[in-house]
């Protein structure tokens, strides 16, 4: 079963994956993990961080709110085995960013107006014509974006290869993300969702995900 971890930059969904594969495999499940974009896996992986990170020949590409989408999308569809695979399993796989990645940011990018046909063309694109197999369940990890934020520049400033990439250094269009995915949670947008506050522990965490199975 995909296990989509969700949030915006800096939410800890990385740290809360490393908790939950401890927590998991000391109550006796076996876990793997994913994690989007695959930057190192070609082509799509180093296109996405060039875009992202800049690059002046993915400008065209940055500059659309759908064919960065696109960009996004078709590197998951570069994974479908793997996430067939795990989507068929009876383990729990964690996915660090899933489809509703896509929705929460692209939608975050647009007009308020122009956002419900975005989140729908989004999941035609992902799980109807790609074929991407809907997660059991995603995590929407909610932290304030002034931690979240405070905590990406840290990271960054500590780990040269996670320097601030566009969208984590735009500040008001992570605030439009954190809303964005209240709104996906709300709506049960393309799988269930279940929202874990910072005081979750991973213990606890990982117990709603194995009780959910
Ligand atoms: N619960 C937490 N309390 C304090 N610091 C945290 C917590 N979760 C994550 N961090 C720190 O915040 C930074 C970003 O966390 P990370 O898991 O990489 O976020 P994300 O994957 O959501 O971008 C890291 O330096 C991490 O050590
Ligand atoms: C996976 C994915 C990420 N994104 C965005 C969210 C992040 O701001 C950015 C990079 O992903 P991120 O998880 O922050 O990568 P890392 O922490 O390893 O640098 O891409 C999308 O817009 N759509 C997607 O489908």
């Known amino acids: 079963m995909i296990v989509a971890i969700e949030g915006i930059d800096g939410a800890g969904k990385n740290t809360l994956t490393r908790a939950l594969v401890t927590a998991l495999e000391t109550a006796g499940r076996r876990v793997g993990t994913l994690a989007f974009p695959r930057y190192a896996v070609a082509p799509l992986g180093p296109a996405v961080r060039a875009m992202l990170t800049g690059d002046?020949?993915?400008a065209p590409v940055a500059a659309s709110v759908r064919a960065s989408a696109l960009l996004f999308a078709l590197d998951r569809a570069n994974?479908?085995?793997e996430l067939a695979a795990a989507a068929a399993s009876d383990d729990v796989v964690l996915v660090d960013r899933y489809v509703a990645s896509n929705a929460a940011y692209g939608a975050a990018r647009l007009p308020a107006a122009e956002r419900p046909a975005f989140r729908?063309?989004?999941?035609?694109l992902e799980l109807g014509d790609l074929?991407?197999?809907r997660p059991g369940l995603q995590v929407l990890l909610r932290v304030p974006v002034e931690v979240a934020r405070a905590r990406a520049?840290?990271?960054a400033a500590a780990d040269a290869d996670r320097a601030i990439d566009r969208y984590e250094a735009d500040d008001a269009l992570q605030t439009r993300v954190a809303h964005e995915y209240e709104e996906l949670a709300r709506a049960a947008w393309a799988a269930p969702w279940r929202t874990v506050d910072p005081a979750e522990t991973a213990d606890a965490v990982g117990k709603i995900i194995s009780d959910l199975l």
């Not at 729908?120 to 035609?124: F, I, K, P, R």
């Open 79 to 81: 994974a479908r085995p």
């Open 56 to 58: 002046q020949a993915l």
């Open 131 to 133: 074929a991407l197999p």
């Open 153 to 155: 520049r840290s990271r």
């Open 120 to 124: 729908d063309w989004v999941a035609a």
